[in-house]
């Protein structure tokens, strides 16, 4: 069975007013919340918010998420770096994008020790990529991060509101083995991409799967309310040979059950996992 993990900090209640950042004084409790959902990791969260006090910049630190993942059967492979959209590499002056490069290879660094071999950038959003020049920097910042990247064991998955055939297009200029494509379900139906079409460009060079469900061009709602295909992403999933991780990133439940709902989100994605293999072997849907 594929690995289901969960976004950090979605098994406790927003953390100042916010959907999705490091839980700065409840970090900790998560890992029994997860054992307790039936989840097998928490993809990390590195942000702005909560730099001063994550557990990633210390070797203390890493060491006591390394003991509560021990203690409770879960891993930490991945991380979100939220950073870079809170200070992103494109429309900021030279100084800027000199200092944020030298925190993704601090990053990097941080992750082989922690054992994470992923780390996720986000350009979504305030950090979407919009012009051919923004496309060119990040380009020419990945062709000179990624030998560092290698040498520490750790993949820069990139996450974009770029349309398949020029998603495709950035990859093919950075042909490099340790950058992948994180796929996130509930960004593509916003924007109105076809799965089918974007498996098709870039199917093979897809690392991780972000679930979730949204409104073409509005927002996060359960899983199947929305306009993600769902029986076609893990349909195409499958297809092209994805075997790594899923790591839900789902709406929000009712405050206080969150357990359970990471609970019966699992169950959803073992449900598809299980139908796509039946429909590839040729059995009904």
């Known amino acids: 069975m594929q690995r289901i993990g ?21 970090w900790r409790s998560e890992f029994q919340l997860a054992a307790e959902a039936g989840l097998d990791s928490i993809e990390w969260i590195y942000d702005a918010f909560g730099e001063d ?6 070797d203390a630190g890493i060491l006591e998420m390394q003991s509560l993942c021990a203690r409770y059967g879960l891993g930490v492979v991945s991380v979100c770096a939220d950073y870079f959209m ?3 590499f494109i429309r900021v002056d030279a100084d800027e994008v000199a200092h944020t490069v030298e925190r993704l290879r601090w990053l990097v660094r ?3 020790v922690a054992g994470i071999t992923r780390a996720v950038l986000p350009f979504v959003d305030r950090s979407r990529l919009e ?12 062709g000179d991060v990624l030998p560092e990247a290698e040498h520490n064991g750790v993949e820069l998955h990139l996450e974009t509101s770029l349309g398949p055939a020029a998603f495709a297009a950035l990859l093919n200029r950075v042909p490099h083995r340790y950058l992948k494509v994180n796929y996130d379900s509930g960004n593509s139906a916003s924007l109105g991409y076809r799965p089918r079409e974007e498996f098709a460009a870039y199917g093979d060079r897809i690392g991780s799967v972000h679930i979730k469900d ?9 899983l199947g309310e929305g306009d993600a295909d769902l029986a076609a992403v893990f349909d195409g999933l499958h297809e092209s040979g994805y075997e790594g991780d899923y790591v839900l990133q789902v709406a929000r439940g009712e405050p206080g059950a969150e357990v359970a709902w990471a609970r019966s989100n699992v169950r959803l994605v073992v449900e598809h996992l299980r139908r796509s293999a039946l429909v590839a072997g040729g059995g009904r849907r």
């Open 6 to 26: 969960i976004m950090q900090g979605r098994l406790l209640a927003p953390q100042a007013g916010r959907v999705q950042c490091f839980p700065r004084q409840e």
């Open 53 to 58: 006090i994550n557990p990633l910049a210390s």
């Open 86 to 88: 809170d200070r992103p």
């Open 110 to 112: 941080r992750c082989r």
């Open 131 to 142: 012009h051919d020049e923004e496309v060119t920097r990040v380009v020419a910042i990945l």
């Open 214 to 222: 949204r409104i073409r061009g509005g927002g996060t709602v359960p």
